[in-house]
C-alpha cells in the first residue's frame, strides 16, 4: 500500500498568512494526488485534484503543487473560514490512502 | 447541486450485520463509479470500498476484506455497503462518494455507524 504522510500537524497561523502543508507519498504517485477540506461536522471537500487542478468553486487563494512523491498545498492569505483540517489523498492505485491530516489552527 | 445521502446507520453489537444505503436525488448514479469512505471520531479518513458504475469491479480495504460487501442496484440507483461480523473498531461515520476521477465529488453527509455491546 502507498501510505501518505503529511506535515506539518497541527499547524497554527494567522488572519492573512500564507501557509504551506506537505504531502509525501512511500512511492511514486505521478500527479494523481487530491487534496480535501473537512470543517469540523461537515463532510470532507475536494479542493484541489491532479496536485494542480482547483475545483470548481475553491478559492483561487488555494493552490497545489508537485509530482512523483512531494506535494504540497498553499494557502496564499489565510480567511477565517480556512480554518479546518486538510487531508492529501492518493488516487494512483488501489487502495486509496489518505494522509493523517493536517488541522490548521488559529494562532 | 449533486448530493448523496446516506442511511442505515445505527447502534449494532459486536459480530452483528448492519447494510448502508446511499441515493442521489437527481443524479442518475448509473453513469458514475461510486465509494464508501469512513471516518472513525476524531480519527483521518479511511478508503473502504469501490464499485464500477456497472458493478463489474470492486475492490475493498484489506481491513474489511471478507467482512464488508459493495453493491449496487443501478435500477434502483442505490448504492449498497454490506457489514458483517462488525467489529468496534468499525465504529465511524460512513460517507458515499462519487467518483469524479481524480478526485472524490461529492460527499454525502455521512452516517454513523456505532458497534458496542
Known amino acids: 500500500d502507498i501510505q501518505m504522510t503529511q506535515s506539518p500537524s497541527p499547524l497554527s497561523a494567522s488572519i492573512g498568512d500564507r501557509v504551506t502543508i506537505t504531502c509525501r507519498a512511500s512511492?511514486?504517485?505521478?500527479?494523481?494526488l487530491n487534496w480535501y477540506q473537512q470543517k469540523a461536522g461537515k463532510a470532507p471537500n475536494l479542493l484541489i485534484y491532479g496536485a494542480s487542478y482547483l475545483q470548481s468553486g475553491a478559492p483561487s487563494r488555494f493552490s497545489g503543487s508537485g509530482s512523483g512523491t512531494d506535494f504540497t498545498l498553499t494557502i496564499s492569505s489565510l480567511q477565517p473560514e480556512d480554518f479546518a483540517t486538510y487531508f492529501c489523498?492518493?488516487?494512483?492505485?488501489?487502495?486509496?490512502?489518505f494522509g493523517q491530516g493536517t488541522k490548521l489552527e488559529i494562532q | 447541486q449533486v448530493q448523496l445521502v446516506e442511511s442505515g446507520g445505527g447502534v449494532v453489537q459486536p459480530g452483528k450485520s448492519l447494510r448502508l444505503s446511499c441515493v442521489a436525488p437527481g443524479l442518475t448514479l448509473s453513469n458514475y463509479a461510486l465509494h464508501w469512505v469512513r471516518q472513525a471520531p476524531g480519527k483521518g479518513l479511511e478508503w473502504v470500498s469501490f464499485i464500477s458504475y456497472d458493478g463489474s469491479t470492486k475492490y475493498c480495504a484489506d481491513s474489511v476484506k471478507g467482512r464488508f460487501s459493495i453493491s449496487r442496484d443501478n435500477t434502483e440507483n442505490t448504492l449498497y455497503l454490506q457489514m458483517d461480523s462488525l467489529r468496534p473498531e468499525d465504529t465511524a461515520i460512513y460517507y458515499c462518494v462519487r467518483d469524479s476521477t481524480p478526485g472524490f465529488h461529492p460527499w454525502g453527509q455521512g452516517t454513523l455507524v456505532t458497534v458496542s455491546s
Open positions: 489523498q492518493q488516487s494512483y492505485s488501489f487502495p486509496y490512502t
Open positions: 512511492q511514486s504517485i505521478s500527479t494523481y
